[in-house]
């Protein structure tokens, strides 16, 4: 069964101290895989896009990279303002209408304190 | 403005109620997309639409229809509202071919069925 898992759910950080989010998927017919940033009330909004294992994409302190099976987002001396749930989307073929299909993890929620 | 708007940001009914939920985009965006999130669940697509005139389910279609006669506008109804159908609905568009491109999403309807 396809699947899209994020770890940590939560995760608090000092500000300044760097780390990671992880992004494990299992699906079939991978076509790309994309990160959002997500405010509280808000609609997700457009990181990353990363179609082919050993991609890397960086924008600000923030940098994805993919393997066969696993995305990694990696903040970099975060700041309070990066505070916000991570979400990890993949999009795949669909077995059976010829389409595709996205399937959503159920996110990262990022605190950052000053 | 230009963007991608919904309408009502908020909204309460109750249960066996027809709701239509309304997005609307000014960017002549292909592809668009309606998703309900709920907590523990992440994002899951309820149908998409390729063109005017041309839609196909998602992951959890049961109990919605879409249409959409323009471009620019795909309406969301809820035929008869149950509970389980609270939630908050995003709506979101892509340029073209949705495997390689990002989707942009609106603000939210967050719906109350009681």
């Known amino acids: 069964e396809d699947q899209v898992t994020q770890s940590p759910e939560a995760l608090r950080l000092q500000e300044g101290e760097s780390s990671s989010l992880n992004c494990s998927y299992t699906?079939?017919?991978?076509?790309?895989l994309f990160w959002y940033r997500q405010d509280p009330g808000k609609g997700p909004e457009f990181l990353f896009t990363?179609?082919?294992a050993g991609e890397e994409k960086e924008k600000e302190r923030l940098k994805a990279t993919l393997t066969k099976k696993e995305s990694f987002l990696h903040i970099t001396a975060p700041k309070p303002e990066d505070s916000a749930t991570y979400l990890c989307?993949?999009?795949?073929?669909?077995?059976?209408?010829?389409?595709?299909?996205?399937?959503f993890g159920a996110g990262t929620r990022l605190f950052v304190k000053a | 403005d230009a963007g991608i708007t919904q309408s009502p940001r908020y909204k309460i009914t109750e249960t066996g109620r027809q709701v239509t939920l309304m997005c609307h985009q000014t960017?002549?965006?292909?592809?668009m997309f309606w998703y309900r999130q709920d907590l523990g669940h992440g994002l899951r697509l309820i149908y998409y639409?390729?063109?005017?005139?041309?839609?196909d389910k998602g992951e959890v279609p049961d109990g919605y229809v879409v249409s959409r006669s323009k471009t620019e506008n795909f309406p969301l109804t809820l035929e008869s509202a149950t509970r389980s159908q609270t939630s908050v609905y995003f709506c979101?568009?892509?340029?073209?071919?949705?495997?390689?491109?990002?989707?942009?999403f609106g603000p939210g309807t967050r719906l109350t069925v009681l």
């Open positions: 960017w002549s965006h292909s592809y």
């Open positions: 990363l179609y082919s």
């Open positions: 989307a993949v999009q795949a073929d669909h077995p059976h209408t010829g389409g595709f299909k996205t399937i």
């Open positions: 699906v079939s017919g991978l076509r790309g």
């Open positions: 639409s390729a063109a005017a005139d041309i839609t």
């Open positions: 979101a568009s892509s340029p073209r071919d949705a495997s390689t491109d990002t989707q942009y």
